[in-house]
């Protein structure tokens, strides 16, 4: 399955609003972070998988 690297979703949900994103090559939480006014901590939180195991191609980032 193809999902350009510039896809992004809302999502409604108890804590509000959220932006979803598809990580695509070259992407770090540092350059989600900077993009989105975020701390890589914030982002660490909101994805504690992504945390443990490190940012691949494809996966959904959560921005708080």
């Known amino acids: 399955l193809y999902r350009p690297a510039g896809r992004r979703a809302r999502v409604s949900g108890r804590a509000g609003a959220r932006t979803i994103r598809i990580a695509g090559w070259g992407k770090s939480l540092w350059s989600f972070a900077?993009?989105?006014?975020?701390?890589?901590?914030?982002?660490?939180?909101?994805?504690?998988?992504?945390?443990?195991?490190?940012?691949?191609?494809?996966?959904?980032?959560?921005?708080?």
């Not at 701390?39 to 490190?54: F, K, Q, S």
């Not at 940012?55 to 980032?61: C, N």
């Open 34 to 64: 900077r993009r989105y006014g975020v701390t890589v901590e914030d982002l660490r939180h909101a994805n504690p998988e992504i945390a443990r195991h490190g940012l691949k191609v494809g996966d959904r980032v959560v921005i708080p």
